[in-house]
């Protein structure tokens, strides 16, 4: 075996609770004074897709602590694979209403003597 450099394992400090928070608060990932919300979190369409736009223009810094990199990468997905199954359900929709089926019905009457 050669002197070549050997593996470094990365070791990945604790951080402080507040330093965490502050970092949501930055990814996004804290609203309302309160921590990123369980797992099942409802939220529009709208809501999400803005969120991620946010989420993905925070990791886009250079600046970013891997700590809240990681944290936004995880939403983000989480985000992405929510706002990609919504657009799946919807485009299913989409078919079965150009194939006529689950249309709003309508009656079309005769137009009035006054019109």
Known sequence: MSDTAQPQAIMFEPTDELELRAGRR?????????APAPAGEQITFEQGYEELKGIVA???DP????????EGFRRG?????????YL???EGELVELEE????????????????
């Open 58 to 60: 925070r990791l886009d």
């Open 100 to 115: 006529g089926n689950n249309l709003a019905e309508f009656e079309i009457v005769a137009p009035s003597a006054g019109a």
């Open 63 to 70: 600046e970013l602590p891997i700590h809240e990199m990681f």
């Open 26 to 34: 930055e990814l996004g990932l804290e609203r309302a004074g309160r």
């Open 88 to 90: 799946q359900e919807r």
């Open 77 to 85: 997905k989480g985000l992405e694979k929510a706002l990609r199954t």
